[in-house]
C-alpha cells in the first residue's frame, strides 16, 4: 500500500485563533535532516525497505550457514592426503598361474600356510589376515549352486561346527558382476572364536575355468577395540577387488 507522506498532527486550536504565522517551508519527504524548531519532529521511513533486513545481518547468516555447511562435509567426507594414504596402503595382487587378482594392504606379509594358496598377514597380529583358496570343482558358475543366501548358510554352518567357535552371524550379502560378467559373491559376518575372540570376516567367491575361488579376510572386532572406519574401508576395497585375472 503507498503511503502520501503527508504526517498529521492534533491541534489546540480554537474556533478563533489569530492570524497564522507565515507556513514554515515543508521539509523533504524521508529526509535524513530535521529541524530543532519544528514542533512535530519527523522520522524518515524508507517504505521499499521497511521489511527488510540488514545486508550486514544477511550476510553474517549466510556465513554462518556456509561454515556449518563445511564443517559437516569435511566431517563426512575424507580429506585428499587420507584418500590418498588409503591407496598407498593397498597394492595389486595378481596370480596369473591360478587366475585370480586383488588388492591386498602393502605393509602384510606373505606367509605359507598349508591349504591357502595365497595368505598375508599383518605384522604381529596373525589373526588378521587375507586368505585366498582355489580348488578344482564342476561347476561352470557359482548360480549353479546356489543364491548367495544358501552359500553363506553353508558357510556360518562350516564356521559353526569348530571347535573354537562359540557363536557366528550373518551381517550382509550381496553379489556383483567381475571378469567378463562374473558372477561373484560377497559376505560379511561376524565370529565370535576362543581363539582370538571377536572377528569380523569378509569373503568372496566365484567360479572360472572350473575353479572355485575364496576369499577370506578376518580381522579382530572385539567390544573393547572394534574394527576402526579406516580399516573397515580398506577390507572392503580388498572385497570388491577380488575378481578372475584379466585374459592376457
Known amino acids: 500500500m ?26 523533504p519527504l524521508f529526509s535524513n535532516s530535521m ?18 533486513e540488514n545486508p550486514s545481518i544477511c550476510l553474517s547468516r549466510r556465513k554462518l550457514n556456509l561454515s556449518i555447511v563445511a564443517v559437516v562435509l569435511s566431517a563426512a567426507l575424507p580429506s585428499t592426503a587420507e584418500a590418498k594414504a588409503e591407496e598407498s596402503e593397498l597394492e595389486r595382487y595378481t596370480d596369473s598361474k591360478e587366475g585370480f587378482t586383488l588388492l591386498r594392504p602393502s605393509s602384510w606379509s606373505k606367509v605359507e600356510k598349508a591349504g591357502a594358496t595365497v595368505l598375508f598377514e599383518e605384522a604381529n597380529k596373525g589373526a588378521n589376515n587375507v586368505g585366498v583358496v582355489v580348488n578344482p570343482v564342476r561347476l561352470t558358475n557359482l548360480g549353479e549352486f546356489g543364491s548367495p543366501q544358501f552359500v553363506v548358510e553353508k558357510l556360518i554352518q562350516a564356521e559353526k561346527r569348530k571347535e573354537s567357535t562359540k557363536d557366528a552371524e550373518v551381517i550382509a550379502v550381496s553379489e556383483r558382476s567381475g571378469q567378463g560378467g562374473l558372477q561373484v559373491y560377497e559376505f560379511e559376518y561376524k565370529v565370535d572364536s576362543s581363539r582370538g575372540g571377536m572377528k569380523r570376516i569378509f569373503s568372496a567367491a566365484f567360479v572360472a575355468s572350473k575353479k572355485l575361488y575364496i576369499l577370506n579376510i578376518a580381522y579382530s572386532d572385539k567390544p573393547e577395540s572394534p574394527l576402526e572406519t579406516n580399516k573397515r574401508m580398506m577390507l572392503e576395497k580388498v572385497l570388491h577387488s577380488f575378481d578372475a585375472a584379466p585374459l592376457t
Open 2 to 27: 503507498a503511503f502520501s507522506g503527508v504526517c498529521f498532527a492534533p491541534s489546540n486550536q480554537n474556533l478563533v485563533s489569530p492570524p497564522r504565522p507565515k507556513p514554515r517551508p515543508k521539509s
Open 35 to 52: 529541524s530543532d524548531s519544528s514542533p512535530h519532529k519527523h522520522i524518515p521511513i524508507d517504505i521499499n525497505n521497511s521489511h527488510k
